[in-house]
């Protein structure tokens, strides 16, 4: 069972930057993948980035892509999403998750609680 925490959401102006990180309970965290899902009030949970179990190979959402990027460190059991050029549309809960290596939520078995991230105009 892996427990996941995320953390350093909180709000920004449009163009500013967050990094968020997702902290692992268990070492076996490093043989999942691991991705970032975000939810907006009365939308879907929806795909942002996901990357490897080592690292090697990474996808994003295309609204996203040349602005987020996303990156772990095994070895601290922790994962991150840097977030820069922020936009109003960005604002949602940020999840992160474990799992197989895919797009849709159902393919992550492990959630974190979510942070949100806030972009004022």
């Known amino acids: 069972q892996v427990q996941l925490v995320e953390s350093g959401g909180g709000l920004v102006q449009a163009g500013g930057s967050l990094r968020l990180s997702c902290a692992a309970s268990?070492?076996?965290?490093?043989?999942?993948?691991m991705g970032w899902f975000r939810q907006a009030p009365g939308k879907e949970r929806e795909f942002v980035a996901n990357i490897n179990w080592i690292g090697s190979s990474t996808d994003y959402a295309d609204s996203v892509k040349g602005r987020f990027t996303i990156s772990r460190d095994n070895a601290k059991n922790t994962g991150y999403l840097q977030m820069n050029n922020l936009k109003p549309e960005d604002t949602a809960v940020y999840y992160c998750?474990?799992?197989?290596?895919?797009?849709?939520?159902?393919?992550?078995?492990?959630w974190g609680p979510g942070t949100q991230v806030t972009v004022s105009s």
């Open positions: 268990e070492r076996t965290f490093s043989i999942y993948t």
């Open positions: 998750a474990a799992g197989r290596y895919g797009t849709s939520p159902n393919e992550y078995a492990y």
